[in-house]
Structure formats: C-alpha cells, structure tokens
C-alpha cells in the first residue's frame, strides 16, 4: 500500500508519466470530456470532491510550469479564482476563452473530474521540471 501521497492509483499514474509540458485538467462536474481523453472521475455527489481540494492535492505531487484558465472564471467565479492563484503562486498564468479551453482539453493526458458545482471551476495544468 502506498505510504503517502495520492492513493487514487490512475492520478498518481498520470502525473509520473507526465513530460515536461504535457497537460491534465481538473474539472468541474460540467465540463465535456472529448472521446479519447482519458476520463478520471471522482465526482460522488454535488461539491465532493472540491475543486480546490482536489488542485491542492495534485499539487503536492505535480510540477507545474504553467496553468491555462477560462476567462470567464475571472467573472462568473471570482471567488474561486483568488484561492486557485495562491495555490499556483510562482507558476505562468493564462487564460483562455471558454470555448477554447475546451478545445484544448483534447491535448490532455487526463481530465479529472471533480463534484464541483461552481461554473468555469476548470484547469488546465502544464507540467514543469524539477530540475
């Protein structure tokens, strides 16, 4: 048994076999997945797992470099916007047009789907190196 860390073996996974700029996406209850996107779903019920807990938790494990957002976050969510740019303090921050988000999210190694129920709770995260 894994000592510590993510123990949601596909999550832990996806993040060691990431390379440098490849991309997952933590997404709301809503968000499309496309066909062919590998689909890690851990929605139980309305708000469970959070959004924010879920960020939180891949971080621990995750270098990121840079992370993509839709625009209209900043707007619909901006209570949500503030805790996702602590947590990423020091990372690139982009945002993108809903519409264009989703189109990216054919490119990612993973869509992980949360129980959040708050509009545009989406992310795209690009992984760095820890070196």
Known sequence: MK????INSEIS???????????????DSGLPILPGVKRIDLALKCGVPSFLETL????TEMQVEK???ASEMKHVSPGLLEPTERLLAGAAADS?????????T?????????????????????????F
């Not at 996806?14 to 933590?26: A, K």
């Not at 993108?96 to 989703?102: D, G, Q, R, V, W």
């Open 56 to 59: 939180e938790t891949v971080l």
């Open 13 to 27: 996974r996806v993040i060691s076999e990431l390379g440098h700029t490849d991309m997952i996406v933590i997404a």
């Open 67 to 69: 992370y993509t957002i």
């Open 106 to 130: 054919r490119e990612a190694k993973a869509v992980i789907r949360t129980g959040e129920f708050t509009p545009y709770a989406n992310i795209i995260l690009h992984a760095g190196v820890t």
């Open 3 to 6: 000592k510590i860390g993510i």
């Open 96 to 104: 993108i047009s809903h519409e264009a988000f989703k189109a990216l």
